[in-house]
């Protein structure tokens, strides 16, 4: 099938030398998506143009002074990047989980003829993780590109293949049908499997790398759970949620919002600039304009007020709780979520959102009231104030949808995390039994889904 159609160490091969996924990725370092605590991109420094250092019409003296420009925005990328780990740091602190370590990997320009170093950084990080990493294994989410993460599968296919329970990745996919072999007229094997969606951007940051990693996993029967922009966008939270976080959520529920209030003005400008100032748009696509921003975060309002565009958000769009709280699956999709299955060997994959009409949820209000519980929860928890009151309650659907008078009200009960902890709990405990015994060579193994394992051994073990 196409899974089969070239080796790893060959894919590994052709992907060192190809310059261009080296230069994709380093511009993709270089734009730095200032991310907030969400997930929510608001803004990204243009890639710099030009001609390539590794050009022989170049004069010596030009590409010296081009190589000490390099030099200088390294050094900021890099000065950006320790700031915002400490800023992850300072948050995880706040939440009583100051043992989470923050890894920042260097980014350095990729020479012509070189391997990346910001590339071969992460995928040491990777290795180093998975190694100290404990039996019962890693779920391995990706909130942007695939191309750090298809290195290390590629380099370490075993490592990859034995300990990761799951790989999440917010992007897009679509299930097409296998084919023998690359070249057109390839005849089906009446297999499906998952490519890339060429629409998503984190796909389209480095196409290949996406394409790789996905062969990878499904190749080596790691199960995949792809969140698809349709379910963000099902899933978006109303504006006033950070307002109850600003009043209600103590220190860090302030620190919350004003991160995405500046994520929010900073984002409306770089829409409102003209399509060629690429200064001022930082990379945004031009489709990105002043109507996109009023259609996807106003309901189609103009605002009143250019400098005053928070007043006019209606809804934003939340990526890295979904992700987070997504690891929680099984269960928890079951219950939450409406995800398109696919079997590949003997792993199970899972696509979350095929289209804006199938977005991969059935109950849009009810997994909003539950993000919107678990954010506010999770700002007070550590908290150590007792005065915050109680926010008061915020509708959680919008205009023009089927239901528009749903509402959620704040618990300071325990229900839904206490909820996740007997999900956690019954996975952990299932799979610590398998792994337990030792003397079986696939017991663990055959739980993760891989080829070749003995899967009478595992149904003994369950």
Request: hydrophobic content about 35%; some cysteine.
């Amino acid at each position: 099938t196409d899974l089969d159609d070239e080796p790893l160490h060959k894919l590994q091969r052709t992907l060192q030398r190809d310059h261009n996924v080296e230069k994709q990725a380093n511009q993709y370092r270089k734009s730095s998506l200032r991310v907030d605590l969400f997930g929510s991109r608001s803004a990204t420094s243009t890639p710099r143009s030009g001609v390539e250092e590794s050009n022989p019409v170049l004069p010596k003296a030009r590409r010296s002074v081009r190589q000490e420009d390099d030099d200088e925005d390294d050094e900021d990328f890099d000065e950006r990047l320790e700031a915002q780990a400490n800023e992850l740091r300072a948050t995880l602190v706040e939440v009583g989980m100051s043992h989470v370590p923050v890894k920042v990997a260097k980014s350095t320009a990729a020479k012509a003829g070189a391997s990346s170093d910001a590339t071969e950084s992460v995928t040491e990080q990777l290795r180093v993780m998975y190694e100290i990493a404990p039996p019962v294994g890693v779920i391995l989410i990706l909130t942007a590109s695939c191309t750090d993460a298809a290195m290390f599968a590629q380099m370490h296919p075993g490592l990859f293949r034995e300990k990761t329970v799951c790989a999440i990745h917010m992007g897009g996919a679509q299930v097409v049908a296998a084919t023998v072999g690359l070249q057109p007229g390839s005849t089906e094997t009446g297999e499906m499997m998952l490519v890339p969606d060429t629409a998503a951007q984190n796909n389209r940051i480095d196409m290949l790398a996406a394409e790789n990693f996905y062969r990878a996993a499904q190749k080596l029967s790691v199960p995949l759970l792809i969140i698809s922009r349709h379910l963000a966008a099902a899933c978006r939270l109303p504006r006033g949620l950070f307002d109850a976080l600003e009043d209600h959520g103590g220190r860090l529920g302030q620190i919350l919002a004003n991160e995405q209030r500046e994520a929010i003005e900073s984002l409306w400008q770089q829409a409102c600039a003209p399509p060629d100032d690429l200064k001022k748009r930082l990379g945004l696509p031009p489709r990105c304009d002043r109507n996109w921003f009023l259609k996807t975060f106003c309901n189609g309002k103009d605002v009143e007020s250019d400098n005053d565009v928070w007043a006019a958000v209606e809804s934003i769009n939340v990526y890295n709780p979904l992700s987070l709280i997504s690891a929680l699956q099984p269960e928890f999709i079951n219950k939450y979520l409406d995800a398109t299955h696919m079997e590949l060997y003997t792993a199970k994959h899972r696509l979350l959102g095929i289209s804006a009409q199938s977005p991969g949820i059935t109950d849009r209000s009810k997994m909003r009231r539950m993000l919107c519980q678990c954010i506010l929860k999770g700002a007070v928890a550590n908290q150590s104030s007792f005065k915050l009151g109680l926010p008061p309650p915020l509708s959680v659907s919008f205009v023009g949808e089927e239901v528009e008078s749903e509402m959620f009200r704040y618990s300071s009960g325990d229900e839904v995390a206490s909820g996740f902890a007997s999900f956690n709990l019954k996975r952990q405990s299932t799979r610590a039994g398998i792994i337990r015994d030792r003397d079986r060579k696939w017991s663990a193994s055959a739980k993760l889904g891989h080829p070749g394992a003995p899967q009478a051994q595992l149904k003994d073990k369950v």
